[in-house]
DNA sequence: GAGCATCGGGG
DNA sequence: GTGTACGATGCTC
């Protein structure tokens, strides 16, 4: 029988004849466009009789028939199977079904008889199913066998290749749009129409729009009406037949407004490799699906699995192209492209340009977090665009069902709405944050836990299924928690504990392999497996979870505790001073002992920890300072400034750096900590503070120093507090820009005796030095480091009003 | 302070 | 479509 290799990369299923034939859409190896059929599989759920009711149970499915106008839904065959749910062993009845649509039909019927435990698996999508079950890995190479009808290959046998390589380098293609918007951020697809849209590929750039204007650039193309740019659009999209097409929050904005204005326009947007169109699923989440083509939304993607781990508080394109590209979005005023276009179009060249960046920066986006996805779909076992939809949880509960089917496990059912109610309410002791003591320390030890959660539940056999066996009730050890008497078994390894082993092991070899040699695929596959593995101590907590568990996720915290306390109470014991502790780490001062006390006392803790747990060196720092909280004597937890022995300055939680504040405080911040980690000069670091307080009251300051940022969170006639912020927002308005939600409001505070709202005016309209002096001392200036001089002793009168300087006789504590 | 509502991203 | 979102923040009572 002919044969056939080719890369999967999406899936859908349609009915023909009271039967589902699952589609396939594949890219041969050199490169074609292939559509495999497979109608060989059958949806099915999994019932659980009552003890003795089996047969009773197996009669009544087979008899079962449910008539909803002309559908008739049953049962068209069972089988009975040992499984194991939670633990237990159960004898479960496999009920298979004529049509994916059926099942919810039959299981609503079967549910109320009263001979059946459970049911499960009712709700796994059929495509999804169909991947569980063949074992499918999309994106990577496949083989069937079967034959051509009508150029569509039906296939009668399909498995994973022997060698299943992963596609490499596909066809990636973005897409960008600009909009007209006479209405600042309001927009409204159904009224204004798309002006531009751009494309970027591998080697391909083009800008289309439809209102012509003189120009070089040669990938600018001219269509007369936003009907002709559309169809222009579908004609690209099947030109470049892309394997993947990516876009900056297109499920939200750019497919669905393609969407919008193609069925306004009357253009058939048939770009699905089957020739459907592209669809718009717009449940709570909107979702852009082209069948056959995966969709790949990277802001989707960084929103939801990234953007925890980058130092970018906000999702927007040009943040997150500054972070993980280096290179910013161009600066325009969108504000007024809807006038230029109506009335100075020789001026839309820069629009075009900004437009096919933006396309560009995300083109980029998807090329570098591509390697990272791409690995999770190959762990998870579901497409590319299910995998760029999910969060943290959902992956988890992805992959747990993926290994369900290969451990022989069912599936424990989501939570129903009162059971969410009840998890939601219920809430557990976390993790443990020493508390500070503000100062400046030399020599600095950091220790941490290796993926401390991960390696707890897998150490500890940690899983809903392992909790309170029966088997071990009398000899296992108990979780450290007052009051509970809680157990996981030790005799029986969990699903779960040992999925997150096989997680954590695979990772350690992997990064075996990464110390001799760098590969950005191992490094993405790497990032894959701890972002996964970090995510079960949160699922088992996750009130939606199918295996939730709040005994086990407390009792993850119980022990993370336990373990923290013992490097904290044993470093004390060695003499050590614990200056800092939170979650998986502990700070402690070296002073006068050797390197070697330490080093020891390390190996003596992991010595006596279970399995894959162990405590690592994090690093040495010369030097860090602690800062107080805002309120008391004590230390802000996660607030403090290192300086590591490559002589980097490492920042946490120092606001100030972060949020919008001017230029001349973030700077002076930095400044200040550069000085007191690096030169340990205090002395120095205040009196660059006062330098720069000096240079404020003699407006030597260059007036961009003094701009302040921020983004209006609201329209503008719903502010009842007239801010700085808002103030300015009005004076641009005054002056005919366009102001609304998300509007980015740039201001100073000028001299005066006025109310500050009346004393604001914009960059553009001040002089060099006309700014108040003593706002930008108080408000911004001295706000940024005087919790740092705090610490050395100076008092904020010391810094404002420089007389003689405080001595002090010990820097470091 | 709990409970409800909105927002994010995009032009 | 064998599915329904999520976590943070602000506003109101």
Redesign the pocket.
């Known amino acids: 029988m002919p044969a056939i290799d080719f890369y999967l990369l999406d899936i859908t ?1 349609r009915v023909a004849e009271n039967k ?1 034939i699952i589609v396939l859409f594949a890219r041969t190896l050199d490169g074609k466009r292939l559509i495999i059929e497979d109608d060989t599989f059958r ?3 999994w019932i659980i009789p009552k003890p003795g009711q089996l047969d009773n149970v197996q009669e009544k499915l087979t008899k079962l028939k449910i008539q909803n106008n002309a559908e008739v839904s049953e049962i068209s065959r069972t089988e009975i199977r040992k499984k194991n749910l939670n633990g237990k062993e159960v004898e479960a009845i496999k009920a298979y079904t004529n049509l ?2 059926d ?2 039909v039959l ?1 609503e019927a079967v549910k109320v008889w009263d001979i059946i435990e459970s049911i499960h ?7 999804n ?1 169909y991947m569980i079950d063949t074992s499918l890995v999309p994106m990577t190479a496949c083989t069937a066998e079967g034959k051509t009808e009508n150029n569509i290959f039906k296939a009668e046998k399909i498995k994973p290749s022997e060698d299943p390589q992963t596609l490499a380098d596909p066809n990636i293609l973005s897409l ?4 007209y ?1 006479p ?3 309001q ?1 409204d697809m159904n009224k204004n129409p798309i ?2 849209i751009a494309l970027h590929g591998k080697e391909y750039k083009k800008v289309l729009t439809w209102k012509r204007f003189s120009t070089q650039n040669t990938y600018i193309e001219f269509l007369d009406s936003e009907k002709s740019l559309l169809e222009r659009f579908v004609q690209i999209i099947k030109e470049q037949n892309p394997d993947i097409l990516t876009g ?2 297109s499920d ?3 497919l669905p407004y393609i969407k919008t204005r193609a069925e306004i326009n009357k253009v058939n947007l048939d770009i699905g490799m089957d020739n459907s169109p592209l669809k718009i ?1 717009s ?3 909107i ?1 852009a699906y082209i069948a056959g083509i995966p969709h790949f939304d990277v ?1 989707r993607f960084i ?1 939801k699995i990234i953007g925890r781990s980058l130092d970018t ?6 943040a ?1 192209a500054e972070e993980m590209l280096g290179i910013r979005k161009q600066e325009v005023d ?2 007024n ?2 006038a230029i276009w109506d009335n100075n179009p020789e001026e839309l060249e820069r629009f075009c340009t900004y ?1 096919l960046h ?1 396309a560009f920066l995300t083109y980029q986006l998807a090329v570098k977090n591509l390697p990272t996805i791409v690995e999770m779909v190959k762990i998870v076992g579901l497409t590319l665009y ?1 995998v760029n ?6 992956l988890v509960e992805w992959y747990l069902l993926k290994e369900a089917k290969a451990h022989n496990q069912l599936a424990p059912n ?1 939570p129903s709405s009162q059971q969410s109610k009840e998890r939601l309410a219920k809430s557990y002791q976390g993790a443990f944050v020493f508390q500070p003591k503000p100062g400046l320390y030399k020599d600095i030890m950091v220790y941490d836990y290796r993926s401390l959660y991960p390696s707890i539940i897998s150490s500890h056999n940690i899983s809903p299924a392992t909790f309170n066996c029966t088997c071990c009730s009398l000899s296992a050890k108990k979780v450290p928690l007052e009051g509970k008497e809680w157990w996981f078994c030790e005799k029986q390894k969990g699903f779960i504990p040992l999925l997150i082993e096989e997680l954590i092991t695979r990772r350690m070899r992997i990064k075996e392999i990464l110390r001799e040699s760098q590969d950005e695929f191992l490094k993405a596959r790497s990032n894959a497996l701890k972002l996964l593995g970090n995510s079960f101590y ?1 699922y088992l907590g ?1 009130y ?1 979870s199918r295996w939730y568990s709040l005994e086990s996720a407390s009792s993850t915290t119980a022990l993370a505790r336990f373990y923290i306390h013992k490097v904290i109470d044993g470093a004390q014991a060695k003499g050590f001073e614990v200056i800092y502790s939170d979650t998986d780490s502990v700070f402690f001062l070296l002073k006068e002992n050797p390197l070697k006390k330490a080093t020891d006392f390390v190996a003596e803790i992991n010595r006596d920890l279970p399995g894959l747990m162990e405590l690592e060196y994090e690093g040495h720092y010369p030097a860090g300072i602690f800062v107080s909280a805002k309120l008391g004597p004590y230390g802000a937890k996660k607030k403090y400034a290192l300086l590591s022995e490559k002589r980097e300055i490492k920042i946490r939680g120092f606001e100030t750096v972060r949020r919008n504040w001017s230029a001349v405080a973030k700077e002076t911040q930095i400044e200040v900590l550069n000085i007191i980690l690096k030169e340990q000069n205090p002395e120095k670091a205040f009196n660059c503070a006062q330098a720069v307080i000096r240079q404020l009251r003699e407006r030597k300051v260059p007036c961009e120093k003094v701009i302040m940022y921020t983004r209006l ?2 329209e503008m006639a719903s502010y009842e507090a007239i801010g700085p912020h808002v103030a300015a927002a009005r004076r641009m308005q005054q002056r005919g820009q ?1 102001i ?4 980015l409001i740039k201001f100073i505070i000028t001299p005066g005796s006025e109310k500050v709202r009346e004393r604001v005016k914009l960059p553009d309209e001040v002089q060099e030095g006309e700014y108040d002096a003593d706002y930008y001392i108080h408000n911004q200036v001295v706000p940024a480091v005087d919790k740092i001089f705090e610490v050395l002793g100076y008092s904020r009168e010391n810094l404002v009003a420089p007389k003689d300087q405080k001595k002090l006789d010990a820097w470091f504590v």
Do not use: C, H, W
């Open positions: 299923y589902p949806p099915y759920f994916p649509r099942v919810p299981r698996e009712y709700d796994i999508l059929f495509v199913r960008d749009i600009e909009t918007n209405e600042g951020k927009m002006l531009m900056y929050y939200g904005f750019d699923s449940g709570m989440t979702k802001f929103s508080e906000t999702y927007g394109l040009d997150i969108l504000d492209l809807y437009n933006d299910e939809r999910m969060g943290f949880s959902q989501k949160g996750f939606m969170q609201k366009t609304a939600l998300g509007s």
